[in-house]
């Protein structure tokens, strides 16, 4: 699996592409901590993706993930992200992962990989 950095600077419109290319996508969250063997499902199954976001609070950038439909929509704050990554494995998207200051890992991982060139739009550091 590739991790490939997004430059702070993109991570807005990484965000507005990434959204609309997975909308409605099934997606798992998982979070971990630097010493966590096994990262923290935050909701059980799988949900769809209705958006990836970027924001600031303060001087510290945070990524509001929201999934599920209607009643079941929920959107998980990660606070303090110093890191946006695109995963891949060879050619396929796989998914996100957002690193936070205090070591905590977030990973959204897709049900399935899509190759690049099943998606529109991708983000300058992603070609």
């Given at each position: 699996?590739?991790?490939?950095?997004i430059a702070e600077a993109e991570w807005q419109s990484f965000c507005e592409q990434f959204t609309r290319?997975?909308?409605g996508w099934r997606v798992r969250l998982h979070q971990a901590g630097t010493g966590a063997a096994d990262p923290k499902a935050l909701f059980t199954g799988e949900q769809p993706l209705q958006e990836v976001r970027e924001g600031t609070n303060g001087n510290r950038a945070e990524i509001i993930v929201t999934v599920g439909e209607g009643r079941n929509e929920t959107s998980f704050l990660i606070e303090d992200a110093i890191g946006l990554y695109a995963l891949r494995i060879d050619d396929a998207h796989?998914?996100?992962r957002i690193d936070?200051?205090?070591?905590?890992?977030?990973?959204?991982?897709?049900?399935?990989?899509a190759a690049p060139e099943a998606l529109d739009g991708l983000a300058d550091s992603e070609r």
């Open positions: 699996m590739a991790d490939i950095a290319q997975h909308h796989r998914g996100l936070s200051g205090d070591g905590t890992r977030t990973l959204l991982e897709f049900r399935a990989a």
